[in-house]
């Protein structure tokens, strides 16, 4: 009876089994479709080729092999009629065939139009358009890591880097485009930028031209990762969509339209990212695990490997005065290989852009104007002669000037022999002060500064209650930080112009303002922040502003009345006070020294302005909140680390200004 039974259950399952084949949809995975009725031939050819024959330029598609048999995935776009013509490579993870396919077109300028590509240059120059995916990236083999350091060391064991493929891609290129001249140039913004330093490590003879545009240089200085060791958690959605997949097809999700709640509600930014997966990401393990400037991110410094050697390859920094993303790289490049530099070869162009607005429209950023497109004419008056003789052995090319400097405040381009300098002779900088006083004032001096040190007992100060669960905003709320819709506010690449009034009016953030001024102040270079501070916590984030406050009236733009505008302004974490490489706790109480330099400034303080400078200890949600209690790693902090300190600021406190005569402002 048993077996019965089990051959009934067996039979009943069976044809259980068979009716539920029949029903089945055609599309079920793991079950092959039946034909139901006689093919119906398909309308779509197995692979479309779209006719050329009046397109300007030919482009073609091919997988470059590198010194390890690894392909990397190569566009190249030849004009029509190219002769003897130059190559201007970009090397990129972010997609070659996009970047070469941004219209469907018969013309070459419409195709390259966007990200990387100065498309007048390009065209009018005649150039062929070399764009290639790196390793790991997109339609390339072999593995991706994130800035991959320099071959045969203890963070890349194996013999390739981008130097290596580079110089494989050039050698490839010099051989096989035969509508070349065989001279390459490189150029390409931020990431892409990052590469042309990398192609000068070890250059191919072929290689003539470097132009690095808001390079990725040092990312725990002051570029995309930390800003002396505070970290800028706004990039958390890159570090998981960049590494996590080939073609960046998993999507960070965001849970608030107002970032800053969505970070509050999680917590720390490990956390955050916990939530996200982005433990996954290989990158994101490490930078946990190095969160001091340690080695690992020490060796990967661009500006530091360039360093030790001369640059023999004639090379273009491009460095945005208003860079969201990487505002410390060029700047530092240019310090640190232009003294190595005896034949002339290394220049610097900087312009009062957003990162990467050198290639658009150069004649606003946010609320400001600059009385012409600024971005067309770098295009046309540096970069393009510079390419031209270069790559085109072009003499009749203007020679453009060692530094090319806009002038913010008077809208003037500057032509210089060096920087920082305030004009081609005669005008030297000298160190000035801006000092803290009381009554929220601030004093102007040309003496020179001294270096702030303990005060006395009874010393002048301000002070705030910094609270970690109502963090300054980086900007006016709603931040939906990474958009780009104008109509909706999301304008995330211009937000180093927003007005800083929204700061100024809260208790937590100190703001000392000199009087009206009668002469122009001229400062060019890096101001340095000398803060005398004490905390009752154990760590503290100080972030410092400089800042433009406008008269109240302003007669051709009403709308700037008043306006504050962030000149410079960084953020230091308190931990790193002694050494960058080491976090230490702050003693509670003590009145310590904390120095450290902002980004560059080309600009003219003009009369009837005034001059401000603000202190905070929270920048949210661009760096992570400083628990202000010292945990080993804040990545981990947990909720009960987060605790209210109040910040000493003593009136010994100094900005220290690169300050250029006044007969250098004509």
């Not at 505008?565 to 960084?570: I, Y």
């Amino acid at each position: 009876m048993k077996n019965f039974c089990l051959s009934l259950g067996l039979l009943s399952a069976v044809l259980v089994s068979v009716h539920a084949q029949d029903a089945l949809p055609a599309s079920t995975p793991g079950v092959a479709a039946v034909p139901q009725y006689p093919a119906l031939p398909s309308e779509t050819p197995d692979e479309f080729k779209a006719p050329e024959g009046d397109f300007d330029y030919v482009k073609r598609t091919v997988m470059i092999p590198m010194r390890d048999g690894v392909k990397l995935n190569t566009v190249i776009i030849v004009p029509r009629k190219a002769r003897n013509a130059p190559m201007l490579l970009t090397r990129t993870p972010y997609s070659a065939a996009e970047l070469t396919s941004h219209a469907e077109s018969s013309q070459m300028a419409s195709i390259l139009e966007g990200y990387d590509n100065a498309t007048d240059t390009i065209i009018e120059g005649g150039y062929i358009r070399v764009v290639q995916d790196v390793r790991g990236k997109y339609g390339s083999e072999g593995d991706y890591v994130m800035n991959r350091p320099l071959a045969n060391t203890a963070l890349n064991p194996t013999p390739v880097d981008h130097s290596t493929d580079t110089w494989d891609t050039i050698e490839w290129l010099t051989k096989n485009v035969p509508e070349s001249n065989a001279k390459v140039g490189i150029i390409g913004i931020s990431y892409d930028g990052f590469l042309p330093l990398m192609a000068l490590v070890n250059p191919h003879p072929a290689l003539k031209v470097s132009v690095p545009m808001n390079p990725m240089v040092d990312g725990w200085r002051g570029d995309d990762w930390f800003h002396n060791g505070a970290f800028r958690q706004i990039n958390l959605s890159y570090v998981l969509e960049q590494v996590v997949t080939r073609r960046n097809e998993a999507h960070w999700y965001t849970s608030h339209y107002d970032d800053y709640d969505m970070f509050m509600r999680a917590g720390s930014a490990g956390e955050l990212a916990r939530q996200r997966g982005a433990e996954q990401s290989g990158f994101w393990r490490k930078m946990v695990a190095h969160p001091a400037y340690d080695d690992f991110w020490r060796a990967q410094a661009m500006d530091q490997l360039l360093a030790k050697q001369p640059v023999t390859v004639p090379t273009l920094l491009v460095h945005s005065l208003w860079d969201a993303e990487d505002i410390y790289g060029a700047i530092a490049v240019y310090k640190a290989i232009k003294p190595l530099d005896k034949d002339g070869k290394v220049f610097l162009a900087m312009g009062p852009w957003n990162h990467g607005g050198a290639i658009g429209d150069g004649s606003r950023l946010g609320a400001l104007r600059f009385n012409s497109d600024t971005a067309l004419h770098f295009r046309q008056e540096i970069l393009r002669p510079f390419l031209d003789r270069y790559l085109k052995d072009d003499e009749s090319a203007a020679r453009i000037a060692p530094v090319s400097a806009f002038e913010t405040g008077t809208n003037k381009w500057r032509a210089l022999n060096a920087w920082p300098s305030g004009c081609v002779s005669g005008c030297a900088i000298a160190p000035a002060t801006l000092r803290l006083a009381a009554n929220a004032k601030l004093n102007l001096s040309n003496a020179a500064p001294v270096q702030v040190s303990a005060p006395a007992q009874k010393a002048a100060f301000d002070e705030y209650v910094s609270d970690p669960g109502k963090p300054v905003p980086f900007r006016a709320r709603p931040i939906p930080t990474h958009g780009y819709d104008e109509a909706k506010g999301q304008t995330w690449p211009r937000w180093l112009t927003d007005d800083q009034r929204e700061a100024s009016g809260r208790t937590d953030v100190l703001s000392y303002t000199t009087g009206v001024l009668t002469a122009p102040v001229k400062i060019s270079g890096e101001p340095i922040a000398h803060l005398l501070a004490s905390t009752s916590g154990t760590d503290a984030d100080w972030v410092v502003k400089l800042i433009d406050v406008y008269p109240d009236q302003v007669a051709a733009q009403p709308e700037m009345g008043g306006y504050q505008l962030m000149v410079s302004a960084d953020i230091f974490r308190g931990r790193y006070r002694e050494s960058f490489a080491t976090a230490k706790p702050i003693a509670a109480g003590a009145v310590l020294p904390y120095r450290f330099a902002m980004p560059t400034a080309n600009h003219v303080f003009l009369p009837g302005h005034r001059i401000m400078v603000q202190i905070q200890s929270s920048w949210f949600p661009l760096y992570d909140r400083n628990p202000q209690t010292f945990v080993p790693n804040i990545f981990f902090a947990q909720p009960a680390d987060y605790k209210k300190a109040t910040q000493r600021i003593y009136h010994d406190s100094f900005i220290e200004l690169p300050l250029v005569g006044a007969s250098a402002v004509k």
